[in-house]
């Protein structure tokens, strides 16, 4: 299979007024393949909606994906929270199935008062719950992408996304490289850092470079504190990090298939520069 790079914006294009159910016609028109549907503040999708949504999307050739509630802590300390998050992942991966979605991306939790250490296991925990809620409900078809997370104080460092990933059937990750470089305080600079990156995952989860294996991927430039990610920027402000250039040279060098979500405050118009540059790189 040739290589495979997809773009798309987070949530509906700026300059589309339709509804959501046929986003995908306005996403295709403007030369884009790639879409995540935003539940970040509740999963509101009715069935009939979602199966119009799935359906637009397979005739215009976009790839969905799906970006789970923000309120969800799989390691919070009191039991209500940890069941209410649970019951969200379900309603999600319900929802997921019925609008195509191939990932439903979601921020696994926060450390609050535990060890990066034991967060991640009750995280792991949770998760081992939320499989056996959804096996019993006989619900197979979903693969969650838990994302790298831009705040210190959240539970997503890579590593720790990998080790998910690695500890779970129908896991998948979501690296999301400006949440890595505010994470890292700035540590994403040239080509060689990204190279560093996915040869981990590479390593650790064998890589997106199969056939059909997309590496799902979230992409803005990004301004930090020393807590973590502070605000999104255009492409176009160079001043702030990531660099785009030298993620879409290394997933070329490695011949990685990814999709890639904008998330600058331009959505649709930077996906398609980042689009266009990638063309350009290829031709
Ligand atoms: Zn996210």
């Not at 973590?228 to 255009?234: S, V």
Request: net charge negative.
């Amino acid at each position: 299979m040739k290589q495979n790079i997809r773009f798309g914006p987070a949530g509906n294009p700026i300059g589309f007024k339709g509804q959501t159910v046929d986003v995908c016609d306005y996403i295709r028109e403007l030369g884009l393949d790639a879409y995540e549907y935003q539940a970040t503040y509740g999963v509101r999708i009715q069935k009939q909606s979602g199966l119009k949504l799935a359906e637009n999307s397979q005739k215009n050739d976009v790839r969905v994906s799906m970006h789970a509630p923000y309120y969800i802590n799989l390691a919070a300390q009191k039991e209500d929270v940890l069941k209410r998050s649970i019951d969200r992942l379900i309603q999600s991966a319900r929802a997921a199935e019925w609008i195509g979605a191939y990932r439903i991306v979601f921020h696994p939790g926060f450390y609050t008062k535990y060890s990066p250490q034991d967060a991640l296991k009750r995280c792991k925990n949770s998760i081992t719950n939320l499989m056996e809620d959804l096996n019993s409900r006989r619900m197979e078809n979903f693969i969650f992408a838990p994302e790298t997370t831009g705040k210190r104080s959240q539970l997503g460092s890579l590593e720790e996304i990998i080790d998910i990933c690695q500890s779970f059937d129908h896991f998948a990750p979501t690296i999301d490289f400006a949440h890595l470089h505010a994470r890292g305080r700035g540590s994403i600079k040239d080509i060689d850092d990204y190279h560093k990156i996915l040869a981990k995952l590479e390593e650790e989860l064998g890589g997106g470079c199969h056939e059909h294996e997309f590496l799902h991927c979230h992409f803005t430039r990004i301004e930090y504190t020393d807590a973590g990610e502070r605000k999104h920027h255009i492409l176009t402000e160079k001043e702030y990090g990531p660099p785009m250039e030298p993620l879409l040279e290394a997933l070329i060098e490695c011949g990685w298939n990814a999709t890639i979500i904008c998330e600058t405050p331009l959505l649709e118009q930077d996906a398609l520069l980042m689009q266009k540059t990638y063309k350009n790189m290829v031709k």
